[in-house]
């Protein structure tokens, strides 16, 4: 069974930071591409980050460019969202999702809850 868990969640003040991770079992996360998105209430999921198999390219929406950084550690099947910088925007359920570029196979996370205060 293919599993995919998020951690790290948590209620922080503004300007704050948290570190998300994603932790895979039942599949080997180096074949996987690793993506972070958010949800908010009353809003559509959005992409915020992603990283490639290897972990050499990543890519950050405008909105957390400069404030949040994704990482991997293969040998842990684990992908990180360090988080800085954090704004009451930030506020949402955040979901990991691992994706096999030629499988095209896609599986999600349960979600983690981050609620910045003002």
């Known amino acids: 069974e293919v599993q995919l868990v998020e951690s790290g969640g948590g209620l922080v003040e503004v300007g704050g930071s948290l570190r998300l991770s994603c932790t895979a079992s039942g599949i080997t996360s180096a074949d996987y591409a690793i993506g972070w998105f958010r949800q908010a209430p009353g809003k559509e999921r959005e992409g915020i980050s992603c990283v490639n198999n290897n972990g050499r390219h990543s890519w950050h929406a405008n909105s957390v460019k400069g404030r949040f950084t994704i990482s991997r550690d293969n040998a842990k099947n684990t992908v990180h969202l360090q988080m800085n910088s954090l704004k009451p925007e930030d506020t949402a359920v955040y979901y990991c999702?691992?994706?096999?570029?030629?499988?095209?196979?896609?599986?999600w996370g349960q979600g983690t809850q981050v609620t910045v205060s003002s």
């Open positions: 999702s691992a994706d096999h570029p030629v499988l095209k196979s896609t599986y």
